[in-house]
């Protein structure tokens, strides 16, 4: 079946560290892959989506490359400040309109 | 602004109660889901629909009930016999037809139950 695999936390940086959060799926068909960010005591916000093979979804600075022979969406980003501390999910749509989501990956930023 | 709307943020309610939690969107959006999130955990689902008048249970349905009469909106409750109900509940939706459309999520209702 489809899943997704998220790289455990939680994750420590300093500010201005590089971030990479790792996530890798399994799925048939052509999934489309998000990356929601999740700040406490609120829902998830997306941070940003790819639909097909190669693309790169980007925004605040963030971005992550669909990969199809790796299987993979990691989420990068070259600088983090402390307010992207917060929790990153990963997660993948199928064909059939259903959502899968990895377990979440806690980043904390420390001035 | 379009958006998804839970109601309300903070629920306290005795064991053995019902309590009905609230979700509408004006996002005329077809499919909305339910979820529920356990503190350092992931997303588990409770329900979704589809379409109005019907819905399926998600992995974690038992102790759960929903109604989907109009599109705008999707309640759940949860009910006394949901063992262990004090959670987080996240209520989303996203375009039905658009299957690269992602998932527009609410800000969660906290619920106690004691």
């Known amino acids: 079946g489809n899943s997704v695999t998220q790289m455990e936390g939680p994750v420590t940086l300093s500010e201005e560290a590089f971030l990479t959060i790792n996530c890798t799926y399994t799925?048939?068909?052509?999934?489309?892959l998000f990356w929601y960010v999740q700040y406490p005591g609120e829902g998830l916000q997306l941070l940003l989506k790819?639909?097909?093979?190669?693309d790169k979804g980007s925004n605040k600075g963030f971005e992550a490359t669909y990969r199809k022979e790796t299987t993979s969406f990691h989420l990068e980003k070259g600088s983090v400040q402390v307010s992207d501390s917060a929790v990153y999910f990963c997660?993948?749509?199928?064909?059939?309109?259903?959502?899968?989501f990895g377990t979440g990956t806690s980043l904390t930023v420390i001035p | 602004d379009g958006g998804i709307t839970q109601s309300p943020k903070y629920l306290f309610r005795k064991e053995g109660q019902n309590v009905t939690l609230s979700c509408e969107q004006n996002?005329?959006?077809?499919?909305m889901y339910w979820y529920r999130q356990d503190p350092g955990q992931g997303l588990r689902l409770i329900y979704y629909s589809q379409i109005v008048n019907d819905f399926q249970k998600g992995d974690i349905a038992e102790g759960y009930s929903v109604s989907r009469e109009k599109k705008e909106s999707f309640p759940l409750t949860v009910t006394s016999a949901q063992k262990n109900p004090t959670a987080f509940y996240l209520c989303?939706?996203?375009?039905?037809?658009?299957?690269?459309?992602?998932?527009?999520f609410g800000n969660g209702t906290r619920l106690t139950v004691t």
């Open positions: 996002l005329n959006h077809d499919a």
């Open positions: 790819a639909t097909k093979a190669d």
């Open positions: 989303a939706s996203s375009m039905k037809a658009s299957y690269n459309s992602p998932l527009h």
């Open positions: 997660a993948l749509k199928d064909t059939g309109n259903q959502f899968y």
């Open positions: 799925a048939t068909g052509y999934p489309s």
